[in-house]
Every structure is written in structure tokens, then in C-alpha cells.
């Protein structure tokens, strides 16, 4: 445990820096796409009711009604995609850096004396904290917005609506269910560990075997997904609820067979 | 502690932002749902009637109110999303009989059907969710195999072991039949074929000794609904029921068990009135009579619910902007048998009543 708990820092502190960096740029950049966003509305609003010589209500309803909440996050679906993108890269980065760094830290690492396995929960763990991180600054962004949106635009103008706007991809990170952060965490597990096999299969195989590998891997997930599901369509053994609890299983075994054989690479087949 | 720097400070921030959406998540009330019952006949009846509610909020939630007080509320989430709520209400041959592609689905009052034509046969399959039945026929026949994308077929009428079906072909040129499957002989008997109009639509409604009734709705060339109309076809002529027009544009009828009228509601009222009002039309004497009973409350119009079952009406509106007046009558006697009101204790607005269901 001591171990884990180390090398989680390890893994946390030589990230720190570049995570902390891009959580502030985030949080920075939206706020001001906020900002923007009021004052650019009110900007069009004034420049027509000058130009065209409008009342505030006929110029609002010339700009298709008052300024929602949405519109004004508008720019944060880009912002959680590129905090997607940059934890996907970091799940490479993270195993890459020991490899390529100067220190060649990954000499270090295989050498410690106790079981691989930790090296693997601890680099796994190290993600994850920075994805609950990403998700709970976003949430708190989300919060802040709402005070800068209400104080910045008059009353009249702004546009009734939930917490967190009509944004479709703050509405599927934020349901306000419990269960629903847990299964979104879970979807990001499972995508790391996808990302973690990749790597740990490229580093154990030459180049042409480690491709075949990886291609055989995903096959293993994608094949048996679109069989299943034509013989469902063909037979109509199952019925919908009960393929779903099949498919279900399926992915939580195939969860299972990547995590096994990260552990396997990790302990019997990786080289430095 | 101070080895683990970096990870507390991460871990923190990650941990206080997290519980502090966990908190507002938990923070945000649902309705608090409780029956207070006005007037009651038979108490045991009051558990059969399960009034569905579903909530537009934040955090999507869904309500399912007995009317003898017992109250369940399932809040709804991804893993639940997954699984169809619809296919649980039935037994799984009956489910995996309506998934199959070329079976075609329709439901009148409690029952659901399922038919399925191939070249030389109909496959008829029929669950009754108030009597948790389920029934199977192959019946013979000899008609064309409708296209799945370009036809429909729907139960309208059942009649005992006679059941009444619209089949609707949309090809190049509109055309409608009513087929009869006998159940008790096995056999499809084609009653009648029309071909329609371009922009007309035809919904058939009833079949009774005085001929078929059926809903007419005609179209202008931007589709919008210009005219709609009951008919009755008593083999010999058509003849539009004038006194059910108002109704016609609602299109909510029933027909009554014997098959001699046919009852009419939904029509549109004020926006507030403490009558519940309902028509019957008497296919003998070719009349509309009126009928209406006085609720407690002023009720809202629109959003509000109605249906009949077991010849019996339910009414379901909003009488303020939270809680609900429950009206069950006996369309027989024109007699309220139940009247009660759902209230919520948290007043949330926003609630609609999705479906009510009556077992037997």
C-alpha cells in the first residue's frame, strides 16, 4: 500500500505542473468565452436598435429572443474536448515518458522490489484523480459562470433556465445522478486501460507482432459486438432488455481479459 | 504528510469539487407525493388504478401513484436508460414476438397486439396487461405481404373473438381496407377497401350492427388539417355524424360495451371549470347526449388526462400548479365513484401525467 501510495505521488508530481497549467488555461478561457459571449450579445443588441432604429424587445426578438445560458457556454463542449483529448494523450504519455525520458525512469520503476501490479494501479490512479479533477473545476466553472452570466447581463435579457443551460454536453456530464458520475468514470477506466494495453502490448512486441496484437485486441471487442447483435436481429432469441444485460456482461468481461493482460505484459513481457 | 503533497492537493481538488456537485445533486427535491381521497365507493378498486407522473426538472423522475396511497418514484439514470421500460410490462415470447421486424404493433386500451403477415398465414398475438393475458392464433389467409415501410396495421375494434383491423397502404396511391380475424374460425374476412384521396387519412373507430364508424381527416396542400369528421358506413350509404364534430378534431372516443354508442370526451373546454363533461352518441336514435359531473375543484384544461376503461372515466388535471384532482366516474349512472387529490408537498411544477393504468 505504501508503495502505491508513493508511486501515485511520484506519478502526480512529475504532472503536477503541466495538469495544474491546463485545469487554470481551462477555467480561464471559458469564463472569459462567457464574458464574450454577454458582451457580444448586448454589442449586436445596441448595434441594432441604433442601425435599424428598434425598441430593446423588437431588437432582442430580431436576435431570436433573449441570451440563454447555453449560448452563453457555448464554447465549453470544445473546452471538455480537449480535456478528453489531453487525458487520452497523458494515458500515453504517462507510460511513454518513463521510456523516453532522460532518466530513463522506467529502469527504476521495474527494478523496485514488490509486485508490477502497483506500477499499473498507480499510473491508472493518477488519471483518474485528473479526470474527477477536470470533471468537479468544470462543475465549479459551471457555478462561476452563472454569477458572471446573471451580474453581467440585465434581467430582462437573460433567459430562464436550469443550472447548467441547454448544452448537450454539460447535460450528459451533469444529470445530477449519482450513479450516472460513476458510470461516466467507469466508461473513462475502461478507456485508459484500453490506452494502458496498447502501450504495455507496443512495448513488450517488435513493431509488426506488437500491431498485430493490438489489431487482435480490438477485434476481440468489436467482432463479437456486431455478431452479437446480428444474431439478435436474426432470431430474436433475447429479447431487448435481456441483450442489453448480455452486451453488458460482455464488455465487463472483456474489462476483465485487457486489465488481466495489462498485468501479464507488465510482469512477464515488457522490455526496457 | 508532506511527501504526499502533490497528491493531497490534486486529490482535494478533485474530491471538495466532486462532493460539492454531489451535494447540489442531492440537494435538488423531488415531489412529495400523498393521495387525499374526497369521495370513495370501493376502496379495493383504488389500488388498481396506477397514475403515472413524470417530472421536466434538473433530475428526471418518475412517479407511479396508486390511488389507495402507495407511492413509488424512480429516479432515472444511464444504466436504467439502457433497459426499455416498455418491454418490461410484458412477457418476454409476447415482447420478442412484437421486436421482430415485420410484426406490426398497436394498442387499444390495456391490450397490446402484435400481427405479423406472411404469405399464407397472419400471426395474431394479443397481452392484456389489466388481466396479464396473453393470446396466440394463426389464422389463414390470402392477401398481399404489406411492405413494412410503406404499410400499417392496427387493431381498432374487438369484439369478443372478433377483432376489427385498419390495414393502410401508402404506395403511390392511398388505400385502406378493414379486415376482420376471426379468431374463433381462424379466418381474415376483407369487410371493406377504399381507396382515399390524396391528403385524406382515414382512422376506422368502431364496428356495430348500424355498420362501420370511422374519423376522416383531410389536409391542405401544406398538410395542415383542414377538416376532420366521423362517418358511419352502413353498407348501403355514408353519412358524416354532424353531432360528434366537435369531437372529431380531439379524435378521443370509446366505444361503449355494448357497441351502440360510442362515447366522446377530451373536446376542447375552458381553461377552467369544475365540470368533467362527456357525449355519448346513440347509433339507433342518431342523437349526442351531453353529459357532465361537478368536481371539487376547478380544474386546468390543458394537460389534463382522460380516458375510459372499463366503462368507466378517468380524469386527471392540474388544479393549481403542483397538485392534481383525480375524478374516476361511472359513465353509466353519471356518478363520481372516486374523487381525490395528489397533492405534492415540495409544489414542484412542471409535472405531466404520462399514462394511467386499470387492472381488473
Excluded at chain 1, 443588441?45 to 425598441?55: A, P, Q, S, V, Y
Excluded at chain 2, 404520462?354 to 381488473?360: F, I, L, M, P, R
Aim: net charge positive; proline share 1%.
Amino acid at each position: 500500500m505504501k508503495k502505491f501510495f508513493m508511486l501515485s505521488n511520484e506519478e502526480i508530481k512529475r504532472s503536477f505542473k503541466l495538469y495544474l497549467s491546463i485545469l487554470t488555461m481551462l477555467v480561464i478561457v471559458e469564463l472569459t468565452s462567457v464574458v464574450y459571449q454577454v458582451l457580444h450579445y448586448q454589442s449586436k443588441l445596441e448595434d441594432l436598435m441604433k442601425k435599424e432604429r428598434l425598441t430593446e424587445m423588437e431588437a432582442v426578438d430580431q436576435l431570436n429572443g433573449p441570451l440563454t445560458f447555453g449560448d452563453a457556454t457555448n464554447y465549453f463542449k470544445y473546452m471538455i474536448a480537449i480535456g478528453i483529448m489531453f487525458t487520452i494523450l497523458y494515458a500515453f504519455q504517462i507510460w511513454y515518458r518513463d521510456w523516453y525520458g532522460e532518466s530513463k525512469y522506467i529502469y527504476r520503476l521495474l527494478m523496485l522490489p514488490g509486485k508490477r501490479i502497483t506500477i499499473l494501479l498507480s499510473k491508472l490512479t493518477t488519471v483518474l484523480v485528473f479526470v474527477c479533477g477536470f470533471m468537479g473545476i468544470q462543475w465549479i466553472t459551471i457555478l462561476i459562470s452563472r454569477r458572471l452570466y446573471e451580474w453581467l447581463l440585465p434581467e430582462h435579457l437573460q433567459a430562464a433556465s436550469k443550472i447548467i443551460g441547454e448544452s448537450a454536453a454539460l447535460n450528459m456530464l451533469y444529470t445530477f445522478n449519482v450513479i450516472d458520475t460513476f458510470v461516466i468514470l467507469a466508461l473513462a477506466l475502461f478507456v485508459i486501460t484500453m490506452v494502458f494495453l496498447f502501450v504495455l502490448t507496443e512495448r513488450s512486441y517488435q513493431k509488426g507482432k506488437a500491431l498485430l496484437t493490438i489489431a487482435k485486441d480490438v477485434a476481440l471487442l468489436i467482432v463479437p459486438f456486431i455478431a452479437l447483435r446480428y444474431l439478435f436481429d436474426l432470431t430474436s432469441m433475447l429479447i431487448p432488455n435481456q441483450q442489453v444485460f448480455v452486451y453488458l456482461s460482455f464488455i465487463l468481461i472483456y474489462f476483465i481479459y485487457i486489465s488481466w493482460k495489462c498485468v501479464r505484459l507488465l510482469n512477464h513481457k515488457v522490455s526496457i | 504528510m508532506r511527501r504526499y503533497k502533490e497528491m493531497i492537493i490534486v486529490g482535494s481538488i478533485a474530491g471538495v469539487t466532486l462532493l460539492s456537485y454531489f451535494g447540489y445533486a442531492a440537494s435538488i427535491k423531488g415531489s412529495d407525493y400523498e393521495v387525499e381521497s374526497i369521495r370513495k365507493e370501493n376502496a379495493d378498486a383504488l389500488k388498481k388504478v396506477n397514475i403515472e407522473i413524470e417530472n421536466g426538472d434538473i433530475k428526471p423522475t418518475r412517479y407511479n401513484i396508486q390511488l389507495d396511497g402507495q407511492i413509488h418514484s424512480e429516479s432515472q439514470n444511464y444504466i436504467t436508460g439502457l433497459f426499455n421500460s416498455y418491454a418490461a410490462d410484458f412477457p418476454a415470447d409476447f415482447y420478442r414476438f412484437l421486436s421482430k421486424e415485420d410484426v406490426f404493433t398497436s394498442e387499444m386500451g390495456s391490450r397490446t397486439y402484435g400481427i405479423e403477415v406472411k404469405a399464407s398465414q397472419l400471426n395474431y398475438h394479443s397481452y392484456d396487461r389489466s388481466t396479464q393475458k396473453q393470446f396466440k392464433k394463426t389464422l389463414s389467409h390470402r392477401l398481399t405481404v404489406p411492405d413494412r415501410e410503406m404499410a400499417d396495421i392496427r387493431v381498432f375494434h374487438q369484439d369478443g373473438m372478433n377483432v376489427y383491423v385498419q390495414r393502410d397502404d401508402h404506395g403511390t396511391k392511398e388505400k385502406s381496407t378493414v379486415l376482420l380475424l376471426n379468431l374463433a374460425k381462424g379466418k381474415v374476412e376483407p369487410l371493406q377497401s377504399e381507396q382515399l384521396k390524396t391528403n385524406q387519412e382515414r382512422h376506422y373507430v368502431a364496428v356495430n350492427d348500424y355498420g362501420i364508424v370511422y374519423r376522416e381527416i383531410a389536409y391542405d396542400a401544406e398538410g395542415v388539417e383542414k377538416d376532420s369528421a366521423y362517418y358511419l358506413d352502413n353498407g348501403k350509404g355514408i353519412k358524416r355524424i354532424k353531432a360528434l364534430d366537435a369531437y372529431a378534431a380531439e379524435g378521443n372516443f370509446n366505444a361503449a360495451e355494448n357497441s351502440q354508442s360510442l362515447i366522446a370526451y377530451g373536446a376542447s373546454d375552458s381553461e377552467k371549470s369544475k365540470s368533467i363533461k362527456w357525449s355519448t352518441y346513440d347509433f339507433k336514435t342518431n342523437q349526442v347526449k351531453q353529459h357532465k359531473v361537478e368536481g371539487q375543484h376547478a380544474y386546468r384544461f390543458n394537460g389534463s388526462y382522460t380516458m375510459i376503461a372499463q366503462g368507466k372515466l378517468y380524469h386527471i388535471a392540474n388544479i393549481n400548479d403542483s397538485d392534481f384532482q383525480v375524478t374516476v366516474v361511472d359513465t353509466k349512472n353519471e356518478s363520481i365513484s372516486y374523487q381525490g387529490i395528489i397533492k405534492d408537498k415540495n409544489a414542484k411544477k412542471n409535472r405531466l401525467v404520462q399514462d394511467v393504468t386499470v387492472s381488473e
